[in-house]
């Protein structure tokens, strides 16, 4: 069985070719049950979440990921995220591969994010903004980067510190401007794309501050009680899903203004299935603002664990 590291399994999922094998994936589908998600007590700070996220190709190719999500790791200094990707034969039951999930699971969700980019930014979107400074977030700027010619990049987190060093850390590795913001509201009045990455329960992102045909990205608040924009840009934006099931059920950006009455399930356009069958047109005008929000999906992670299996193995 193979056992990929951290570094084999980056170096086996360039983002070119994952954003083409998510919608590949979109396109045909695969059996994805409804994945488990359990709050783990951690005394003393907030809850842990155990997710259980499995997936088949019918005789192809099965697998499933077991994540924990520990909020408190931030002031341990050590990722929010944990995980592991075990990849099976589909027709046999061998165990093929132990993919490293933390790694699996940054790229894949900015891959999501890209790949709805490529149907829902502006051609000509040029300037990124970033809103978080964890793992996911340095993977959003190579994938955006990977569909849209971007050209500066704007990092905003709680902490000016965090997001000054995670600049530095990032200048190494990019070959655009990139800067810290001054402030979240002047970077969001010129931002083209914005992808949030945290982990906050109250709005970040305020329709106040968003210029038409900006695309906003929304990759953080996987639980209901979380929240990164405002009801104010739900209401002026055309909003978009990775998946309709995971979104109305779990993701608060969307699950909130729902319950509020702020839109109702129609109102989201389309998800990641109907835009890359063609089912749905994307981006209509170069003045809309679009909206996409993701919780993640299990066949997104079989998509990346195929795609990484299949580069190593040659």
Known sequence: MLLLSEDQTRQALPFPDLIDAL?????????????HHHDMEVPGEDDATMLLMP???????????????VPGNSERNLPAVAAQYLLSDGRTGEMLALVDGGELTARRTAAASALAARHLARPDARHLVIVGTGRVAENLIAAHSAVRPIEQVTVWGRSKDKAAAFVEAQKANVTVNIGAAASLEEALADADIVSAATLSTEPLIKGAFVKPGTHVDLVGAFKPSMRESDDDL???????????????????????????????????????????????????SDEEIT????????????AGAMLAYRNVQG
């Open 23 to 35: 919608a590949d994936m979109f396109k045909t589908g695969c059996v994805m049950p409804t994945r």
């Open 55 to 69: 997936a088949w190709l019918p005789g192809q190719y099965a697998g499933v990921k077991v994540v924990n999500v």
């Open 234 to 284: 739900i209401r002026r934006a055309q909003t978009f899903v990775d998946t309709r099931d995971g979104c109305l059920a779990e993701g608060g950006d969307i699950v909130q203004p729902v319950k509020a009455g702020v839109i109702a399930p129609h109102d989201v356009r389309a998800d990641l299935y109907e835009l890359c069958r063609g089912e749905h047109p994307g981006r209509r």
């Open 291 to 302: 909206l996409f929000k993701s919780v993640g999906a299990a066949l997104e992670d079989l």
